[in-house]
């Protein structure tokens, strides 16, 4: 069977591509902070799917977790998605400085670690791929996350081109860029988001298949959903000031 390595995948858009993958038949490698809801999560699609869920406790914002993880995506690891990540409760001069290394830590250093252990071993094989979790964030102005985010999005772009012609396009980099999704990633920042309407928000299974789906055609960025297809459309058409001051404070009301 092949192997997924899932980072951040007890919940949210990780837990998604853990329930998914393993019903396509891939054996998982689970990694996240918390050791039991690692351990109910991996039990649970073991149980229904029939699949070896392997766990790694590890944090991604210490250099250790950090080793450990790249330790093991040097192995058989098929499919990496890079999904961790967080939000910051206020904007830049409200956050600790030491929040937002963390930040920077597990949505870039992390992101480019993995990939780059887990590429070797994919294009030895002639097959794989790796998706890095970005944000429609990264088209516009959110601070440090959204610079976090449009640096994963130039990063995969990069790397895709660099490795396109070694792999005939069997091993794959993209970005996947969700808009605002249900999961628990407002509520962990301390974020007010009463005031944003249905329609903006999409579903978790629904953006996984998306960007399985773009990534077995070969696409370098996903962004699930005809609505923020638009919006990330307008934001390249759109003065860059106006952007700024559109984007800077919709869905950023903290509790």
Not at 1 to 19: D, N, S, W
Not at 90 to 110: I, N, Q, R, S, Y
Not at 184 to 207: N, T
Not at 223 to 239: C, D, F, N, S
């Amino acid at each position: 069977m092949p192997t997924a390595f899932i980072t951040g995948a007890t919940a949210g858009i990780g837990a998604a591509f853990a329930r998914r993958l393993a019903s396509d038949g891939f054996d998982l490698v689970h990694l996240a902070r918390d050791t039991a809801r690692l351990d109910r999560a991996a039990a649970d699609l073991r149980d229904r799917y029939g699949v070896r869920a392997e766990t790694l406790t590890a944090d991604l914002a210490a250099e250790d977790g950090l080793a450990a993880a790249e330790e093991r995506v040097r192995g058989d690891v098929d499919l990496l998605v890079n999904n961790a990540g967080f939000g910051n409760k206020g904007v830049f001069l409200d956050v600790p400085v030491t929040d937002e290394l963390a930040m920077l830590k597990v949505h870039c250093e992390a992101v480019l670690r993995l990939t780059h252990a887990a590429l070797p071993g994919m294009l030895e094989r002639g097959r794989g791929g790796v998706v890095n979790v970005s944000s429609v964030a990264a088209f516009a102005t959110r601070g440090t996350y959204g610079a976090s985010k449009a640096w994963v999005v130039s990063f995969s772009q990069g790397v895709a081109a660099d490795i396109a012609s070694r792999s005939g396009g069997r091993v794959r980099v993209m970005a996947l860029c969700p808009g605002f999704v249900h999961t628990e990633f407002h509520e962990r920042a301390q974020m007010d988001m009463s005031d944003l309407p249905e329609f903006m928000w999409l579903d978790k299974d629904a953006v996984v298949d998306a960007g399985l789906r773009d990534l077995r055609r070969g696409a370098r960025v996903s962004v699930p959903g005809a609505q923020y297809k638009a919006i990330v459309g307008l934001t390249r058409l759109l003065p860059q000031g106006l952007v700024a001051r559109l984007s800077s404070t919709r869905g950023r009301r903290y509790d």
